[in-house]
C-alpha cells in the first residue's frame, strides 16, 4: 500500500506516520506516502482508491492520467459524480459506498469511534456488474476489519447514502440543532421527487437499515468526542471548500433536468458559500437565520 497526500497531511505522516486513535487504543501506522501519483512505482496488478472529496476528484484524475494512463479506479467517496467523471477518462472504474464514523481534523491523524467492524465500504463495478476485482477489492476491505461485499449495482447504495449526506451541509452550518431535523427532512423530500421523476434507482430506507444492521456500533474514546460529519470537518480544518456541490448540488441539478424546483438544497449550497466567504466556523451559523434562508421558519 501506498498513501498520496497533499501539504501538511503528507509532511505530518512522512514524519511521524499516520496516527490512528481508536477506542481500543491508539497506534502509529508506518505506510509510505507520496506527493503525487508521478511518484508511484505502478505496477500492473495495482488499484486505485479515490478517497479525498469530489472537489478534488477532477485535479487527482489529471494527475492519475498523466502517471498511469491505464490505471483501475476505485471511488471510494461520497455522492455520485466521481464515477462519471473518472469514466470519462479511465475504462475500468468501480465504486465503494463509505459508511464509517471517522473524523480528520488535525494532519496526520485520523479517528473512529467505531467498535466491532470499521465500517461498510461495498463495492461494484461501475455502472453495473461485480467481476474478480470487485472480489479482490472485498475481500481486501474485510480482511482490514470492514464488512464488504461485492454488490452488482452498487450505485442504487450510492444514490441512497447520498439522501443521507443532504444532512452535511446543514449539520456544518448549524449543528445537531432541533432545527436541523426539518431541514433534513425537506432537503431529502426534494431529492426523492427528482429521483422518481428522472427514473434513478435507490436502495430504499428498509433495505439501508437492514444492511447497517449490527455492524458496527460507537465507542468511547476518553477526551475525543464524535464530532459533526465529513462537511462539518472540512469546514473545521479551514479548508476554504467543502462537497456540498456535489451532495446538494446534485439534486440541484437533476431537479433542473427534470424540471422541478429544488429550494431547499439550492439555499443550502448558496448560504454554505456565503459562509465559506466570511470565514463562518463549523456550527455557528444561525438556526433560525437559517430557518428563514429556508422559508421554514414556523
Known amino acids: 500500500m501506498i498513501l498520496i497526500a497533499p501539504g501538511a497531511h503528507l509532511a505530518a505522516m512522512q514524519t511521524n506516520g499516520l496516527r490512528l486513535i481508536r477506542p481500543e487504543g491508539e497506534e502509529r501506522l508506518?505506510?509510505?506516502?507520496?506527493?503525487?501519483p508521478g511518484d508511484?512505482?505502478?505496477?500492473?496488478?495495482?488499484?486505485?482508491?479515490?478517497?479525498?472529496?469530489?472537489?478534488?476528484?477532477?485535479a487527482a484524475l489529471a494527475d492519475l492520467k498523466v502517471a498511469n494512463p491505464d490505471a483501475v479506479v476505485v471511488c471510494a467517496q461520497n455522492g455520485?459524480?466521481?464515477?462519471?467523471?473518472?469514466?470519462?477518462?479511465?475504462?475500468?472504474?468501480?465504486?465503494?459506498?463509505v459508511n464509517l464514523p471517522a473524523m480528520?481534523?488535525?494532519p496526520g491523524e485520523v479517528i473512529t469511534h467505531?467498535?466491532?467492524?470499521?465500517?461498510?465500504?461495498?463495492c461494484g463495478i461501475y455502472p453495473l456488474g461485480i467481476d474478480s476485482t470487485v472480489e479482490r477489492i472485498a475481500f481486501a476491505?474485510?480482511?482490514?476489519?470492514?464488512?464488504?461485499?461485492?454488490?452488482?449495482?452498487?450505485?442504487?447504495?450510492?444514490?441512497?447514502?447520498?439522501?443521507?449526506?443532504?444532512?452535511?451541509?446543514?449539520?456544518?452550518?448549524?449543528?445537531?440543532?432541533?432545527?436541523?431535523?426539518?431541514?433534513?427532512?425537506?432537503?431529502?423530500?426534494?431529492?426523492?421527487?427528482c429521483y422518481e421523476?428522472?427514473?434513478?434507482?435507490?436502495?430504499?430506507?428498509?433495505e439501508v437499515k437492514e444492511r447497517n444492521r449490527n455492524v458496527y456500533q460507537m465507542g468511547n474514546i476518553p477526551g475525543i468526542s464524535r464530532s459533526g460529519?465529513?462537511?462539518w470537518q472540512s469546514l473545521a480544518r479551514g479548508t476554504g471548500n467543502v462537497e456540498s456541490d456535489y451532495l446538494n448540488g446534485e439534486i440541484v441539478r437533476l431537479g433542473a433536468q427534470a424540471g422541478i424546483p429544488t429550494p431547499i438544497n439550492a439555499t443550502l449550497l448558496t448560504v454554505m458559500n456565503e459562509a465559506m466567504a466570511s470565514g463562518v466556523a463549523a456550527g455557528a451559523y444561525g438556526e433560525q437565520q437559517l430557518l428563514a434562508r429556508l422559508g421554514l421558519t414556523v
Open 40 to 58: 508511484v512505482d505502478w505496477r500492473n496488478d495495482d488499484v486505485v482508491l479515490l478517497t479525498m472529496k469530489t472537489q478534488q476528484t477532477a
Open 229 to 231: 460529519g465529513s462537511t
Open 80 to 97: 455520485v459524480a466521481n464515477e462519471r467523471m473518472t469514466a470519462e477518462m479511465f475504462r475500468q472504474v468501480f465504486g465503494i459506498v
Open 141 to 193: 476491505s474485510e480482511k482490514a476489519g470492514f464488512s464488504a461485499r461485492p454488490d452488482p449495482a452498487v450505485m442504487r447504495w450510492k444514490y441512497a447514502k447520498l439522501l443521507t449526506n443532504l444532512v452535511n451541509t446543514a449539520q456544518a452550518l448549524i449543528g445537531d440543532v432541533p432545527a436541523f431535523v426539518d431541514i433534513v427532512q425537506a432537503a431529502r423530500r426534494e431529492a426523492v421527487a
Open 114 to 122: 467505531a467498535v466491532g467492524k470499521g465500517g461498510i465500504l461495498d
Open 30 to 36: 508506518k505506510i509510505p506516502v507520496v506527493a503525487s
Open 104 to 106: 480528520h481534523l488535525v
Open 197 to 206: 421523476a428522472c427514473g434513478v434507482d435507490f436502495a430504499s430506507a428498509s
